[in-house]
Structure formats: C-alpha cells, structure tokens
C-alpha cells in the first residue's frame, strides 16, 4: 500500500486520538476530583446551629483525604438557608486534643483556608435537606493520610449543618465534630474553641485538583502517546520509501 505524504495510517489517528483524550483529561473541567465524601443520612437534621458572628456557635468537623492536592470546591449539606453567604474554613488538625489547631496564643485559627463564599443551593433527594456548592481559592494545600477540619458557617442564626452518620464514602475520619463558642478570636469567628465534643458527624464533601505527583503520571502518558506517534511516523516513512 502506497501513501502520499498526507495520508496517516490508522494507528497513527488512534494515538493521536489517545493523546487527544489525555490532554482532554488533564484540562481544566477535569481538574478538581473528589478526595473526601461524607454523605447526609436520612432523618438525622440535627439542632446544631452553624453561625459565623463573633461567638458563632461554629461546627468544624474533621477529614482524612484519599488523595492530596490544592482545596478548590466544597459540598455541604443543611437545612434551608436564608441567605447563601457562608464562611468556610479549613483548619489543620491538633494531634494532641484531636480538635481544630490553634495557634501557640489560642487566640486564632492556625494557617489554612478562610472565606466567605456565596453558595448555590438545591432541594436533596431527603426531604428537609439542601445541598450547597461553592468554589474556593485554590492554594491551600492538603496531603493524603492527614486529619483536616472543615467549619461551615452561615451569616444567619438559624442555619443548621446536616449529620452523615454512615461513614465516608471517600476518604476517612477519625473523629466527631467539635463545636466553639470561643468568644473575641482575632479572625472575626469563634474558631480558637474552646470546643466541644459533638459525638456526631457531618456530611461535606472535598474537591482538589490532584498534586504534581499525579498529575507526573498523566505526563507520562502523554510520553508513551508521543513515542507512539513517533514509531508511526518512522513505519509510513519506511512505507513511502
């Protein structure tokens, strides 16, 4: 078979076809994957209030990731909020009290991520519960294997944050959800504690976008499509002369 310096033999179109759909992977809509999943249980809204004000009460409530990465999407699940402003914070853990960290003077949250988000909200498949959606500054950065603490907090008094009482569906947790009252914390929330032990769980949901490490194997998919086309061009060459 002869072919003209414009025809591509069929494996050729397949790798590149192959190669096509590992860049379509990796971009951007692909990105953020789920690494923890806590979902809600029927009939289990607790009275657990969640507000963000000076003395809150706040719920944090902790993860384990199956994966690391940067922190870029959040799901949560609640009872019908007034208003969609939230403050989401992520907190890394205190090993020793197996509760928020703090820093060395107690009096603020230890690095991590806080923001006031605007969520979207629509009715679940339990009744009297939402689900809420946010995106969030990508940059905090969590590692596979380690405790986290996520604190969900609406701008009203009357927001309650729903229970998960089945265990992750992703990841793992390791503790119950803690509950603060911590009055004059210098990040504008009760988030320095004291905090309480719950005996409960929450239901959230984590999406990062993977770290380099993973995204070091997608790379190397992208080498072996390469050498593939690579091999293809040599073989129509080889035909052609």
Known sequence: MIFSRFSRPASWAATAGCAAALIGAAGPAAATVTVYEDLPTANAQPPNISWHNASGPVIADDFNPIKGGSVTHLTWWGSE???????????NDNPVLHQPANTPDGNTFSGGLKQFVTATSFA????GIFQFEA???????????????LTVANVNNGWQWTQALNGPTVGSEAYNAHWSTGPGCLDGGPHCGPWTDLHTDFAFRIGAV?????WGLMIMGFGGAGAMLRRARRAA???LA
């Open 124 to 127: 679940y498949s339990i009744p």
């Open 81 to 91: 909020a007034e208003a969609l402003d939230f403050e989401v914070v992520l907190q």
């Open 210 to 214: 993977p770290e380099p490490a993973t």
């Open 135 to 149: 995106d969030v500054a990508p940059g905090w950065n969590i590692a596979a294997g380690q405790t986290y603490w």
């Open 237 to 239: 060459g080889a035909v």
